[in-house]
Nanobody
Framework: QVQLLESGGGLVQAGGSLRLSCAVA????????MGWFRQAPGKDREFVAA????????YYEDAVKGRFTISRDNAKNTVYLQMNSLKPEDTAVYYC??????????WGQGTQVTVSS
C-alpha cells in the first residue's frame, strides 16, 4: 500500500526557512510525479510545486517561485520542499501527493507550517 509520510513542519518567523520531507514508503508503480499542496484555514487546498520522478522537471505556483525549491532523491524515494523567505501567508497544512497518469491519487497526512510576523 502506498504510504506518504511528511515531516519538517513547524513554527518559524517571517523571512525564515524550513525544509519539508516526504518519504514514500511504498511507491506506486503508476507514480510519475510528486507534488506538494497546502491548505490554509478556511481556504481550498492549492497546488504549490511538483517534480517528475524520471526527468526531474519542476513546476511551481507563481506565489512561491524563487522562494521554494522542490527536489527528489530517487534512491531514497523522498521528495523535499525547501522553503525560504517564508511569509505569514505561507501558513498552512502542507501535503505531499503522488501523481499517476491522470490525477494525484495518494496523499500524506499533512504537516503544519506556521509563519509568524
Amino acid at each position: 500500500q502506498v504510504q506518504l509520510l511528511e515531516s519538517g513542519g513547524g513554527l518559524v518567523q517571517a523571512g525564515g526557512s524550513l525544509r519539508l520531507s516526504c518519504a514514500v514508503a511504498e511507491r506506486a508503480s503508476s507514480s510519475i510525479a510528486m507534488g506538494w499542496f497546502r491548505q490554509a484555514p478556511g481556504k481550498d487546498r492549492e497546488f504549490v510545486a511538483a517534480i517528475t520522478w524520471i526527468s526531474g522537471s519542476t513546476y511551481y505556483e507563481d506565489a512561491v517561485k524563487g522562494r521554494f525549491t522542490i527536489s527528489r532523491d530517487n534512491a531514497k524515494n523522498t521528495v523535499y520542499l525547501q522553503m525560504n523567505s517564508l511569509k505569514p501567508e505561507d501558513t498552512a497544512v502542507y501535503y505531499c501527493a503522488s501523481r499517476g497518469l491522470q490525477k494525484y491519487d495518494y496523499w500524506g497526512q499533512g504537516t503544519q507550517v506556521t509563519v509568524s510576523s
